[in-house]
């Protein structure tokens, strides 16, 4: 069974960077698939923030681009979420999630962590 | 705002059909995707693709599109189907960016 687990600091300062990893389990990223991140702020929807394909193809959402990297590390079956100069606007539940082919949906999820921006 | 629209709420009679739409023109080109969110939890997959349900997903669930609307319909409502759906699709700029629509609360009465 594929698992996604999300990882990283709860807490983070305002102008800070966020850094998060996703480690997957029961599947090896480097044999292929997107791998996302999906934000939802408190009482909000979702927001797509970002992917990468197995190979290091990254795709960003236009909004976040200018702030956002996405990572994989085949070698450990791990991606990874960079956002910098972080506000409280960024405060919100952390998804990842993988999509295995571009046509098909986001068919496992990762729990979820917290991330608040705070000082 | 949303590049998919969705209605933000609506409610269902125990055992009738509810409809949850969506509009936008990335659904021109590319199928949506369907997710049912329950509070605390993360989101489940139950469309995909013209009109396909992962396994493990009840078939009272199915999808269709038209035009610029997607559809999740719900055949014959259960209690446990009260949640927020959301849509999600790739844009149609060929660069493999996606969006979701703002989602929609079911209420099942």
């Known amino acids: 069974q594929v698992q996604l687990q999300e990882s990283g600091p709860g807490l983070v300062k305002p102008s800070e960077t966020l850094s998060l990893t996703c480690t997957v389990s029961?599947?090896?990223?480097?044999?292929?698939?997107?791998w996302g991140w999906i934000r939802q702020p408190p009482g909000k929807g979702l927001q797509w923030i970002g992917s990468v394909y197995h190979s290091g193809n990254t795709y960003y959402n236009p909004s976040l681009k200018s702030r956002v990297t996405i990572s994989v590390d085949t070698s450990k079956n791990l991606f990874s979420l960079k956002v910098t100069s972080v506000t409280a606007a960024d405060t919100a539940v952390y998804f990842c999630?993988?999509?295995?082919?571009?046509?098909?949906?986001?068919?496992?999820w990762g729990q979820g962590t917290l991330v608040t921006v705070s000082s | 705002s949303s590049e998919l629209t969705q209605d933000p709420a609506v409610s269902v009679a125990l055992g009738q059909t509810v409809r949850i739409t969506c509009q936008g023109d990335f659904l021109r080109s590319y199928y949506a995707s369907w997710y049912q969110q329950k509070p605390g939890q993360a989101p489940v997959l139950v469309i995909f693709g013209k009109n396909d349900r992962p396994s493990g997903i009840p078939d009272r669930f199915s999808g269709s599109s038209s035009g610029n609307t997607a559809s999740l319909t719900i055949t014959g409502a259960q209690a446990e189907d009260e949640a927020d759906y959301y849509c999600?699709?790739?844009?149609?700029?060929?660069?493999?960016?996606?969006?979701f629509g703002g989602g929609t609360k079911l209420t099942v009465l």
């Open positions: 999600n699709s790739r844009d149609s700029s060929g660069n493999h960016l996606e969006v």
């Open positions: 029961g599947y090896s990223i480097s044999s292929g698939y997107y």
């Open positions: 999630a993988r999509r295995p082919i571009a046509a098909a949906g986001l068919d496992f």
